[in-house]
């Protein structure tokens, strides 16, 4: 098993055993991936 299987099968168990709710857990995963991507283009930005 490698490095990436077992933070895949984490996540998975993650989103599964939180109270919340698979589709709370997927939405906000989401909102921090879309915050993540523009942070970092505003970064790239800044230092052209």
């Known amino acids: 098993m490698t490095i990436q299987e077992i933070y895949n ?16 857990v997927l939405k906000h995963l989401k909102r921090v991936k879309e915050n993540t ?5 505003k970064k790239r930005q800044l230092l052209m």
């Open 9 to 24: 099968l984490a996540v998975k168990l993650g989103i599964e055993n939180d109270l919340r709710g698979k589709q709370v």
């Open 37 to 41: 991507r523009n942070c970092l283009k």
